[in-house]
Structures are given as C-alpha cells and as structure tokens.
C-alpha cells in the first residue's frame, strides 16, 4: 500500500499541483484521498474541483464546500471567509458546483481502513476541530477504522491510539511515524492551500504499509498571492499564505 492523504485545498491550484507532482515523483501510488474543503479562500475553485475529479480516488466535503453550496449557513464564518465564499459563488463554473454539492461529509474506504472526516468524527452533526489531546481521543473512540484522516485545522498531525488506550501524539515531524499492528492512528493531513502552522509550504501526508509521513512541497506562493488579488480576493488571505498562518 501507498496512498497519499489531502486536505483543505481552498481552491490554490499551484499548489495542489505541486503537490500532485510531488506525489507521484517518489513512484505510483494506489490512491489520493481528500479530506475535504475543496474551495474557498483562493482564487480558482473551478480548476481545483476538476483536477481532485481527475486524480482522488475519495474527495468529501468540507465546510467552505458546504458554504458554498449553500448547505451550510455562512453566519458563523468570518467576514473575510464570507467575503470568499461569495467570490467563489459567483466565479465557480455550474458543473463544479454541482460537484461540490454531491460530496458527501465523511467516507469509509474499507480497502485501506480509513475513514476521511473533514473536523472530527465525534460529532458528526457540526464541524468540530481536532486541537488538543482530549480531542484527539475523542476522536478515535468515536472511531472504528484503523486509520481517520481529517483536515480542517490546516495543521498536520498524526496521533496513535495504542491498544493500551494510550494517545500519543507525533505531531507534524520530523520523521516518520511507524505504524503499530495492535494501534489506531488520528491523521490531519494539514493544508494543501493555506497551512497554518507557521510554515506556507504545502501539506500532505504519505502512507504506506510501514509507516506515515508529513510531506512538505514548494510551490510558487507569491504567484498565487498575486493572482488572489488580481481576482478581487481579500488582502490578507494573499498575505497569509506566505507566511503559514
């Protein structure tokens, strides 16, 4: 097995397909998985709903998706985020729309024992972020799969549940974290287009039968910061993005 886990997107084309590039340069993979939030904040949410169409095996929704879809209400998001939302609604193509609409909020894929959850699974009725310990068993136990693969946070992690009951929590890196036959394994795939933990290179997770792995891939940032103001995009998401917050 290997597999390669994405999340959170927003709609930042150079850098999913830089990550795409780089998944694919250490050899074949059996599949690509998304953890949701497809679009928002960045500036080509139609391109980035086609392209994870064309290379994820599993792609769920999110709650910018939902946003966008209008099966989530935007009250609660952030003027800056709403300001997104609208942009995306009004430039996204109608086939990628309906796209969007059609992802489901969590998935089973029993080939590789994983569940993909964009927040955590515990509470499946709202988006409920994965930040701390308590969380993270939480989590799992509300869990079946040997694997749950989350987003949401935009901050990657992996975190083992050992047949004792224990958390044990690897954080981001660095090195591998070598998979237990007796555990359960917690996995934020952190942000493929808007990381938030103070490094702006993109984010994946590679995993195959020995061990999980935080990617870190270089994408032309400053291109995309350009591009999100040339389409009307806010400022500070152009801002963000080039120093990982």
């Known amino acids: 097995m ?3 886990l994405i999340s959170d997107v927003h709609a930042n084309l150079r850098a999913l397909e830089a990550v795409l590039l780089h998944i694919v340069s250490g050899g074949p993979v059996d599949a690509v998985y ?5 679009v928002g904040y960045g500036p080509e949410p139609t391109e980035c709903v086609e392209l ?15 946003g966008v879809t209008g099966k989530e209400s935007i009250e609660s998001f952030n003027p800056i985020a709403v300001q997104a939302i609208e942009w995306t609604r009004e430039h996204i193509s109608k086939e990628a729309l309906e796209s969007l609409g059609s992802l489901e909020r969590a998935r089973k894929i029993e080939k590789h024992e994983i569940l993909l959850s964009h927040g955590s699974p515990a509470f499946a009725d709202r988006w409920e972020y994965v930040m701390s310990v308590l969380n993270m068993k939480t989590a799992l136990e509300a869990t079946s799969e040997r694997f749950c693969v989350i987003g949401h946070s935009h901050m990657p992690f992996v975190t083992e549940l050992d047949k004792e009951g224990n958390i044990n929590p690897y954080g981001k890196g660095p090195g591998k974290v070598y998979i237990k ?3 359960r394994y917690l996995i934020n ?3 493929v287009g808007q990381p938030r933990d103070q490094d702006p290179r993109a984010a994946y997770v ?10 870190r891939v270089e994408y032309d940032i400053e291109a995309t910061s350009r591009r999100m103001l040339d389409v009307g995009l806010h400022l500070a998401l152009s801002e963000r993005i080039k120093y990982g917050f």
């Open 2 to 4: 290997r597999i390669a």
């Open 34 to 38: 998304h953890a949701g939030d497809v």
């Open 52 to 66: 994870l169409n064309k290379e994820c095996a599993a792609n769920i929704a999110g709650n910018h998706d939902h």
């Open 181 to 183: 036959p007796d555990s």
């Open 189 to 191: 795939a952190g942000s």
């Open 206 to 215: 590679l995993m195959d039968d020995e061990s999980i792995e935080v990617v």
